[in-house]
């Protein structure tokens, strides 16, 4: 047992083979290995430490980075990938998991060789209970809904679907703000809540939703965003705002926010 948010570590274990698997285009081999640890080898120019800890390693057979690519992958927004295939944001959210947990993230990695990346987290003092999702999350009266889901990341979208779906929400998921406008004027009427990222290619989810409030103006809208220097410069114009990254306790309250007002 480890101490650490669940979903949280769902999403960090998801960003990072997702990172393997971008890094094998011609294909490979993706290993996920965990054991206990005695210590946290000294990175990025931290001390080592010493304690109680579960290793998670993720291990591929990828084209590997350079020293000077590997100094910059935790950075927010750093990516090597192209605008329509990553954020830069799946690593720097799980050295922020590792780090918000008490634990690190250790990378090593070598052109042509593969990267191993390994989490460190800190393990329970004692037994505990495996909750499952209605333990953790009290649903409530939520009824099932229909949700356009709107996120152009592969990743973040299936994991988004993914969540809504075990809140028991219908979910209909386009990878871009103009195939979501596409759908609502082929099918209007047919949905209850429009959840959308707000920072991609082409038109903007603020744009949407602004589009959404005039054109739809009963059909609700979510907003979500790990780019806090674009939400403090544009702002969220007044629709509700999920920051990521979300956990499912975090998007069942912004879809009761939505219900509510």
């Given at each position: 047992m480890v101490e650490a948010d669940p979903t949280q570590f769902d999403t960090a274990i998801l960003n990072m083979v997702i990172n393997a698997r971008d890094a094998m285009p011609r294909g490979g081999e993706i290993k996920i290995r965990s054991g206990a640890s005695e210590s946290i080898p000294a990175v990025r120019g931290h001390l080592p430490a010493t304690g109680r800890f579960v290793a998670v390693s993720i291990v591929d057979t990828g084209t590997g980075m350079a020293p000077e690519t590997l100094a910059q992958i935790f950075e927010p927004f750093f990516t090597t990938k192209s605008v329509d295939h990553g954020t830069g944001l799946g690593l720097s959210q799980v050295y922020g998991?590792?780090?918000?947990?008490?634990?690190?993230?250790?990378?090593t990695s070598n052109l042509g060789?593969?990267?191993?990346?390994?989490?460190y987290l800190p393990r329970g003092l004692g037994a505990v209970k495996a909750a499952s999702l209605g333990d953790a999350v009290e649903f409530g009266d939520l009824p099932s809904r229909k949700i356009l889901l709107?996120?152009?990341n592969e990743g973040v979208g299936k994991f988004a679907a993914g969540l809504l779906k075990e809140l028991g929400q219908e979910v209909t998921w386009v990878g871009d703000a103009q195939a979501a406008l596409d759908l609502l004027v082929r099918c209007a009427g047919t949905f209850d809540l429009v959840f959308s990222d707000v920072v991609m290619p082409g038109v903007s989810g603020i744009e949407l939703a602004r589009q959404i409030r005039t054109r739809w103006p009963?059909?609700?809208?979510?907003?979500?965003?790990?780019?806090s220097h674009v939400?403090?410069?544009e702002g969220s114009y007044g629709f509700p705002l999920l920051k990521k990254p979300y956990s499912i306790d975090g998007l069942l309250g912004a879809v009761r926010q939505s219900r509510s007002g």
């Open positions: 998991f590792a780090k918000q947990s008490g634990g690190e993230v250790e990378v060789l593969g990267s191993c990346f390994t989490l709107v996120e152009d009963s059909l609700e809208v979510v907003l979500t965003s790990g780019y939400l403090a410069e």
